[in-house]
Every structure is written in structure tokens, then in C-alpha cells.
């Protein structure tokens, strides 16, 4: 399902004919500071965000285990089940 919206995004925005009148064409410009200030802030904490959390993305083998404790002993029993049961 996901492969076949995929294709027809593809088809509508690369091999269909634009749909706009030139009008509309002439008019498109980029967007103001409005819109770039905000995703940049956005893109500046995904950033960060990545950084930061990126021993508990890694699971087994990071530093993240250590510090949490036993608590996490679960997480690192669920790497190993067999593909099957996940």
C-alpha cells in the first residue's frame, strides 16, 4: 500500500503536467522570516535532541544501559527474541 502512494507521488510531482496557471507560477516565491525562523529553531533542536539520545536509539552495547540499572535489564532481553515473536 505504502509503495503504490509512494509511486503515485512520484508520478503526480515529476512526470504529470503542472496543473497551476502561470499566473500562480509567477507568483511563488520563497517564504519570509515567518516561516524560516521557526524550522530553523526546529532544525536546531532535532539536532540536539539526536545527539543526546543517541545511546538509548543505539540499545545493547551503549553507555545507556549502565546508567539506568537493572531497571533496563527488559530492554536488553527483548534484542535477543527471535524474529518470530517480535
Known amino acids: 500500500m505504502t509503495a503504490f502512494y509512494s509511486m503515485r507521488l512520484l508520478?503526480?510531482?515529476?512526470?504529470?503536467?503542472?496543473?497551476?496557471?502561470k499566473k500562480v507560477f509567477e507568483s511563488a516565491h520563497e517564504p519570509g522570516v515567518a516561516m524560516t525562523l521557526p524550522l530553523l529553531i526546529l532544525s536546531i533542536a532535532s539536532i540536539y535532541i539526536g545527539y543526546v539520545m543517541k545511546d538509548v536509539?543505539?540499545?545493547?552495547?551503549?553507555?545507556?544501559?549502565?546508567?539506568?540499572?537493572?531497571e533496563a535489564h527488559h530492554a536488553m532481553e527483548s534484542e535477543f527474541?527471535?524474529?518470530l515473536v517480535k
Open 11 to 21: 508520478h503526480a510531482a515529476f512526470i504529470t503536467t503542472p496543473q497551476g496557471t
Open 57 to 70: 536509539m543505539i540499545g545493547v552495547g551503549s553507555p545507556y544501559l549502565e546508567f539506568v540499572g537493572k
Open 81 to 83: 527474541i527471535p524474529t
